[in-house]
Each structure stands twice: as C-alpha cells, then as structure tokens.
C-alpha cells in the first residue's frame, strides 16, 4: 500500500468507540457557574499559580454528572480511549476573531480557558512545556498563514497520527481539545485511534516487534527544531493484552526492517478504524495519550476571523513524577537535557 493510502483522513464522522457525555441545559449552566467563579481569581492570569490552585478547588463544584464520567474515564477511558464532552458552554456570539499567529495561546483567563483547566483538574495536573508555545497552559489550536503543510496542529494538511510528546518521558496523559468554533466547510475532523480498537487484528509477529525497544521519535516541530531524539523505546509496552501505545507517524522511526513493517501495519490498522469526530462549538475531546494516537483530517482555512479555534490543554496523572524538571514546584516543565 502507498503510504497516501495509508492515512487518507475521512471527512465523514464515524465510529462509536469514544464515549460520549451530551450535556443538558440545566448541567450546562451549572458548568458555566463554576466556570466564572474561576474568571477573576488571579486577576484573571491563567499561567499564575493561584489560578490553577482555584482550579483544584472548582472543580469539585461541577455537576456529579460531569465528575462521575471524568471519574469513570479516569479510571478505565474504554475501547476508544477517548472522551467526547458536548454542550458545554463557549457562548458563541461572543467568541472573538479566531487569531492567526504562530504560537498563539491564551494567557488572560476565558470563559473556555477556565472549563478547560476545570476538567483538567478533574482528571489531574495541568502541565505545559517550556519549549511549546512559550510555556502557556492554553493554547490555541488554528490554522496559520504560511504554515499549511505543517505536521503540526498549525497547519491544515491532513495531520497524521500521533501519542502528543511522544518523545518526551513527561509527555502528557491527556489532550484536552475543546472546540470554539468548527471549520467553514465542517469538514476538519479529529480523528482518535486507540489500541485497544486495534490490538486483536495485528499480527502476532508485528505485535512482537511493537514490543520490542526498535524505535526511536523525534521531538515535533512545535518544539524548535534540532533537539534531538528519544532513547530507543518500544511502540507496545506493559501488557501483552492490553498494552500502552508510543508512536507519532511522522516522528517515530524503527532501527530494524521489521519494526518498520510492523508500524506500518499499525498504521492501516489505525486508517482504517479511527474514529472521526466533527467537533462543533462546546464540544471537549479528551484524548487518554497513554493509549491512544490523535490526528485531523485536511480542510481549507480562509485567515478571515472564522476559522476553526480549538483551545487544548495537557494533564499529568502524577505531577510529581516530572519535579526535576520543574523550577518551583510549578507546571511548566523544562527541555529534556540531552
Ligand atoms: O486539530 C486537531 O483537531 C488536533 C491537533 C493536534 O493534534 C493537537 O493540537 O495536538
Ligand atoms: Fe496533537
């Protein structure tokens, strides 16, 4: 198979494996209170400690629906890995232009900005990266003038799939993508594949040679280029039945010809049973990043204000596991030191 066919992103939604909560109003709005308690705290500052620190206290506020399926996900995400959230509140009409610089991110505190660091802290700590989008716990997820054919989420080219970080060993456990405003043409799709949709039809010797440490995964170009690779790692790790998942198709490379034709079975097998959501306005997709690879399908930006907006968020499970590279106790962890 060429590897175009390998990974042509259907623009069509498919697929049941994710779950799905749909919020009613009244959940919704009791969302949306919890969610402007957190508006003014720090002077509205999202980077500083005490704004993350009310977060961890919020969240408890947000209706026992909503913590019982974070709680639920937390512990077990399912067959898809992944978490579609729907209806919760972004007020449309007073969504600003969707913005078109490199590296945007959301640095005063939003109405999305603060449901997204009360989910996060749901499920974890919110983290960021100091090489990645200059260290901001928000960023903004759009297309950019000049930057189409990026592997990057500020291109518009189908955007393969990959585990986020996966070079780093802090990398995150969860993607938090939540969506302000969908494409013109409805078309860009996020496409989530898990490994437990796909663990039974690999296989056995392109499974062995998953589990083998064969591979080694470049940082994305988010991260500035040049700053090297990972240590050899496997792309199957922990259990033989229900294994952890570490690969990024445009990243990753195997050191032996086998380990190459085994990723690239996974590749199709992924292609072929992802599951494609058209996120609309209000939707959050979280992503479980320990078992699951996340992509977009192509779409055509028009830089006119209106663009698709997501704004994402990471979260570690165990923040304590990543201290040595964080100053302060804080969130933002510090390059790998080669
Ligand atoms: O644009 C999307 O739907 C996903 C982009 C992506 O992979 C990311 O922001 O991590
Ligand atoms: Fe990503």
């Excluded at 969860?174 to 405003?181: H, Q």
Aim: charge should be neutral; glycine fraction near 8%; include cysteine.
């Amino acid at each position: 198979m060429s590897s175009s066919l390998l990974d042509t992103g259907s623009p069509r939604e498919t697929g049941r494996s994710p779950g799905v909560l749909a919020l009613d109003d009244a959940t919704a709005a009791a969302v949306d209170t919890v969610a402007r308690a957190l508006l003014p705290v720090a002077d509205g500052e999202v980077d500083a400690p005490g704004w993350s620190a009310a977060a961890r206290r919020l969240w408890h506020e947000l209706p026992t629906a909503l913590r019982r399926a974070l709680a639920d996900f937390r512990r077990d995400p399912g067959p898809g890995g992944a978490l579609l959230l729907r209806g919760l509140p972004v007020h449309e009409a007073g969504v600003p232009a969707t913005p078109s610089v490199s590296g945007s991110v959301q640095r005063r505190a939003t109405l999305p900005a603060s449901v997204l660091a009360l989910v996060a802290h749901a499920l974890g700590d919110q983290i960021a990266y100091r090489s990645e989008k200059s260290g901001a716990l928000v960023h903004d997820v759009v297309p950019v003038p000049g930057s189409e054919e990026f592997q990057g989420n500020e291109g518009s080219v189908l955007l393969t799939f990959h585990n986020e970080n996966a070079f780093d060993p802090h990398r995150p456990d969860y993607v938090l993508l939540f969506c302000l405003r969908a494409d013109h043409e409805r078309v860009a799709g996020l496409r989530t594949a898990s490994i437990r949709q796909v663990r039974g039809l690999l296989d056995e010797r392109h499974r062995e040679a998953l589990f083998r440490a064969d591979f080694v995964t470049a940082p994305p170009p988010s991260f500035g280029a040049g700053r090297g690779r990972s240590l050899r790692h496997a792309v199957l790790s922990g259990a033989w039945d229900d294994p952890d998942l570490l690969v990024d198709f445009a990243a990753t490379s195997a050191v032996t010809p086998r380990g190459t034709e085994a990723m690239r079975a996974l590749q199709e097998l992924f292609a072929a049973h992802a599951d494609t959501h058209l996120l609309v306005p209000g939707d959050l997709a979280i992503v479980d990043n320990r078992l699951t690879v996340h992509g977009r399908t192509a779409f055509v930006p028009r830089y006119d204000g209106l663009d698709r907006w997501l704004q994402r968020a990471f979260v570690a499970r165990d923040l304590r596991a990543s201290r040595a590279r964080r100053a302060g106790d804080g969130q933002v962890l510090a390059d790998l030191t080669p």
